[in-house]
C-alpha cells in the first residue's frame, strides 16, 4: 500500500507564507511527477504546481512568483513554499504522486487526503 500524507496547513493572515509537505510511504519504487493541487468549495479542483523527477516545474499563473515547488527523492517529499498569500488561495491543498509500486510495474495515481489552508483578512 501506498499513503500520501500532507502537513503543513492551517490558518494565515493575508500577506503570510505557509510551507506544505507530503511525504510518501509504502510500497515505493520509483515515483516520476509530484503535484500540488488545491479546491476550495464552490470552486473546481485546479492544479497549483508540478515538479517532474527530474526537477522541472510548471505553475498555475494565479500562484506563478508566490509558490516555490520541490522534491527530496532520498526522502519522497515533495514540498510546496506559498508566499504571499491571498484570500484566493485558501482551498484544501492535495498532494498527487505517480508511483510505480516495484521495477517493471506500471505507474499509479496516489493522492493524499489534503490539507486544510485558511486565509484572513
Known amino acids: 500500500q501506498v499513503q500520501l500524507v500532507e502537513s503543513g496547513g492551517g490558518s494565515v493572515q493575508a500577506g503570510g507564507s505557509l510551507w506544505l509537505s507530503c511525504v510518501v510511504s509504502?510500497?515505493?519504487?520509483?515515483?516520476?511527477?509530484m503535484t500540488w493541487y488545491r479546491q476550495a468549495p464552490g470552486n473546481q479542483r485546479e492544479l497549483v504546481a508540478t515538479?517532474?523527477?527530474?526537477?522541472?516545474?510548471n505553475y498555475a499563473d494565479s500562484v506563478k512568483g508566490r509558490f516555490t515547488i520541490s522534491r527530496d527523492n532520498a526522502k519522497n517529499t515533495v514540498n510546496l513554499q506559498m508566499n504571499s498569500l491571498k484570500r484566493e488561495d485558501a482551498a484544501v491543498y492535495y498532494c498527487?504522486?505517480?508511483?510505480?509500486?516495484?521495477?517493471?510495474?506500471?505507474?499509479?495515481?496516489?493522492w493524499g487526503q489534503g490539507t486544510q489552508v485558511t486565509v484572513s483578512e
Open positions: 498527487n504522486a505517480n508511483i510505480s509500486p516495484y521495477n517493471g510495474a506500471p505507474y499509479y495515481n496516489n
Open positions: 509504502g510500497r515505493v519504487f520509483r515515483i516520476n511527477a
Open positions: 515538479i517532474s523527477s527530474a526537477g522541472s516545474t
